[in-house]
T-cell receptor, first 112, second 116 residues
Framework: QKEVEQNSGPLSVPEGAIASLNCTYS??????FFWYRQYSGKSPELIMF????GDKEDGRFTAQLNKASQYVSLLIRDSQPSDSATYLC????????????FGRGTSLIVHP | SAVISQKPSRDICQRGTSLTIQCQVD?????MFWYRQQPGQSLTLIAT?????????ESGFVIDKFPISRPNLTFSTLTVSNMSPEDSSIYLC?????????????FGQGTRLTVV
């Protein structure tokens, strides 16, 4: 059974700090990796995706993938109170499946 | 990208009744997914709606309880039947990026269901 594990948090960081969110996955054949942000009462929205080992940067966000360790992370630099949300890690592509598997999400609180 | 219109956005229903949730996508997509998200929890896949065939249900979800229709490539409905308070949850429809595989998911606005 495919599993995606995340620490539920909450992760609390001060404004301006770097928030580091982590995710591990069980299926070594996974091919695509995604981070979604979900504000309370809203549906998830895509923040980052990454397909290859290494880092991918987009503005204040950096996704990191290490397939050997089956590990994905999301770094948020210069965290803002507006970044306070739940961050969901999702993985798909294992075994030819197009259905994403979601982690339970990490709650991030950025305090002023 | 894909824009999904989901309705209703919320409803309060009596136990024993049924509610049908609709999702309309602005593009043709092969697969549509229906999720349930209980408070503080992640997304649990209910079923995959396939156009022209029966939906594929995940373990723990059955067609009699959650019948799904998929009459064309842009529309689907999920019905929550014979509701009980345990069905109170947020229900989300989702599609992958049109034309892509192993791509990001787009979500409807969600339906917040309360069963009393």
């Amino acid at each position: 059974q495919k599993e995606v594990e995340q620490n539920s948090g909450p992760l609390s960081v001060p404004e301006g700090a770097i928030a580091s969110l982590n995710c591990t996955y069980s299926d070594r054949g996974s091919q695509s990796f995604f981070w979604y942000r979900q504000y309370s009462g809203k549906s998830p929205e895509l923040i980052m995706f990454i397909y290859s080992n290494g880092d991918k940067e987009d503005g204040r966000f950096t996704a990191q993938l290490n397939k050997a360790s089956q590990y994905v992370s999301l770094l948020i630099r210069d965290s803002q109170p507006s970044d306070s949300a739940t961050y969901l890690c999702a993985v798909n592509g294992a075994g030819g499946s197009y259905i994403p598997t979601f982690g339970r999400g990490t709650s991030l609180i950025v305090h002023p | 990208s894909a824009v999904i219109s989901q309705k209703p956005s919320r409803d309060i229903c009596q136990r024993g009744t049924s509610l049908t949730i609709q999702c309309q996508v602005d593009s043709q997509v092969t697969m549509m997914f229906w999720y349930r998200q209980q408070p503080g929890q992640s997304l649990t896949l209910i079923a995959t709606a396939n156009q022209g065939s029966e939906a594929t249900y995940e373990s723990g979800f059955v067609i009699d309880k959650f019948p799904i229709s998929r009459p064309n490539l842009t529309f689907s409905t999920l019905t929550v039947s014979n509701m009980s308070p345990e069905d109170s949850s947020i229900y989300l429809c989702s599609v992958p990026r049109p034309g892509g595989v192993n791509t990001e998911a787009f979500f409807g606005q969600g339906t917040r269901l309360t069963v009393v």
